[in-house]
Nanobody, 124 residues
Framework: QLQASGGGLVQAGGSLRLSCAASGRISMYGMGWIRQAPGKEREFVAAISWSGGSTLYADSVTGRFTISRDNAKSTVYLQMNSLKPEDTAVYYC????????????????????WGQGTLVTVSS
């Protein structure tokens, strides 16, 4: 099970930190954040290997967002800085289903488990 939290309303230029709590075996997988803006398809945001040693980012968030994880707490984080109105979306955390995966995944089809999503709204 994946439980995302931390979304909310923030002004442009502000920051938010999303959390994704994973239970059971899911905490041993590679993880990612995928977002879906209103009226648009899902879009990859960031991914992290099980060890945390490898990360991957979409070009649109590179330099502004940071993905990290604390395996002792079975939690993955997405620190979002310098937020823009175009970052408004429902953010989903997902797990790739590969035990101790050290390859961050970019494509939606590579994720096996999904959380319920948390809404981030950035006002201009």
């Amino acid at each position: 099970q994946l439980q995302a939290s931390g979304g909310g309303l923030v002004q442009a230029g502000g920051s938010l930190r999303l959390s994704c709590a994973a239970s059971g075996r899911i905490s041993m997988y590679g993880m990612g954040w995928i977002r879906q803006a209103p009226g648009k398809e899902r879009e990859f945001v960031a991914a992290i290997s099980w060890s945390g040693g490898s990360t991957l980012y979409a070009d649109s968030v590179t330099g502004r967002f940071t993905i990290s994880r604390d395996n002792a707490k079975s939690t993955v984080y997405l620190q979002m800085n310098s937020l823009k109105p175009e970052d408004t979306a429902v953010y989903y955390c997902a797990a790739d289903g590969v035990f101790r995966s050290d390859t961050p995944k970019r494509y939606e089809s590579e994720y096996k488990y999904w959380g319920q999503g948390t809404l981030v709204t950035v006002s201009s």
